[in-house]
């Protein structure tokens, strides 16, 4: 969220009006935006699926 917003200059919620545009700019940051967001919710399953499973000593 913050590199790209930084390396576009763009914050998410003007990117998202913007889509109308067709800019390709904006539409390949909403694409990495969307992907980092998949990415990050995988990640982050992961985890939590790994901190759920008992520990075995």
Sequence with gaps: ???????????PGPALSLISSGQPMILLFIGAMAAGILLVDKVWNRVLEKARQPRTA
Excluded: A, D, E, M
Aim: with cysteine; hydrophobic share 55%.
């Design 1 to 11: 969220f913050g590199i790209g917003w930084g390396l576009v200059g763009i914050c």
